[in-house]
């Protein structure tokens, strides 16, 4: 399977527009490739809280067209990164949107882990409540965003719903990176599944991002990983390996918690 990583540069000087149709562009020259994985909130900027309201858009609306049309005409599945998301009858969601090759929206995310501890994301949008798993002729993909990162329980929901890739889009702090790539490979390494994170790059309102975007194998081995800078991460992995580790070391057949309730005193 042969995956693309785009880690987009996300400055103050590139209007939204602007940067859409050029992100479009990058995902149709990834033409040949089977999966296209884009950071969160690229739109925006993850960190410009003042420009959610401003540049919300329900699930349909206009990243939503480019995306569909590039992975069209790209014939790839393409995890879009997020939009902030207007939802007509409730709050702002940070929302992942994927789509086939045809075009069409195989799943949307909304994150449920917001960041900002009483401020910024975490008030400003309302939680997802639902795991999300997209079936890939490939494999399956278990879908999170950014800050979900820091929550194993999620993951292992994911991977007890069949994932075996795990994708997470980010805008992640470069004061914080050396946690972004422990974090990806312990998330690896715990569920024994491909990860692939796509972080942004660039400084967007004052916060400069880690980027180093990172596809790690289910053992925990780097397969490749970005600089600083706006980059295309492209890596041929074999979604096999997945369960040919699972049955090597079978790890996830020895858990003793969270697997059913507890025994009533």
């Not at 020259?29 to 925006?44: K, S």
């Not at 278990?142 to 805008?171: I, M, Q």
């Not at 699972?246 to 858990?255: C, G, M, N, S």
């Amino acid at each position: 399977m042969r995956a693309s990583v785009i880690q987009i540069a996300v400055n103050d000087d590139e209007s939204v527009e602007a940067r859409r149709r050029r992100v479009a562009a990058l995902v149709r020259e990834q033409a040949g490739t089977d999966l296209v994985v884009l950071p969160e909130l690229w739109t925006t900027g993850a960190f410009a809280y003042e420009e959610f309201g401003r540049e919300a858009e329900p699930l349909e609306g206009p990243t939503y067209e480019a995306m569909a049309k590039a992975a069209s005409d790209a014939g790839v599945w393409l995890h879009a990164g997020s939009i902030p998301e207007r939802d007509p009858d409730g709050p702002l969601y940070n929302t992942s949107l994927v789509f086939s090759p045809s075009g069409d929206l195989a799943a949307a995310y909304r994150k449920i882990h917001r960041f900002g501890f009483d401020k910024g994301e975490a008030v400003l949008m309302g939680a997802g409540a639902e795991l999300v798993t997209v079936r890939l002729p490939e494999t399956t993909l278990g879908l999170s965003t950014c800050y979900d990162l820091r929550f194993p329980e999620l993951y292992r929901g994911l991977v007890d719903a069949g994932a075996e890739t795990l994708v997470v889009s980010a805008g992640w702090p470069e004061r914080r990176r050396s946690h972004w790539t422990l974090l990806a490979q312990a998330r690896a390494v715990e569920n024994q599944s491909f990860l692939l994170a796509c972080a942004t790059a660039g400084t967007h309102a004052g916060v400069p991002q880690a980027g180093h975007s990172i596809v790690v194998d289910p053992w925990g081995e780097v397969l490749a990983q970005a600089g600083a800078g706006e980059e295309v991460l492209t890596v041929e992995f074999d979604p096999g390996k997945v369960a040919a580790t699972r049955e090597q070391f079978p790890a996830l057949k020895d858990r003793m918690l969270g697997l059913q309730p507890p025994a009533r005193p």
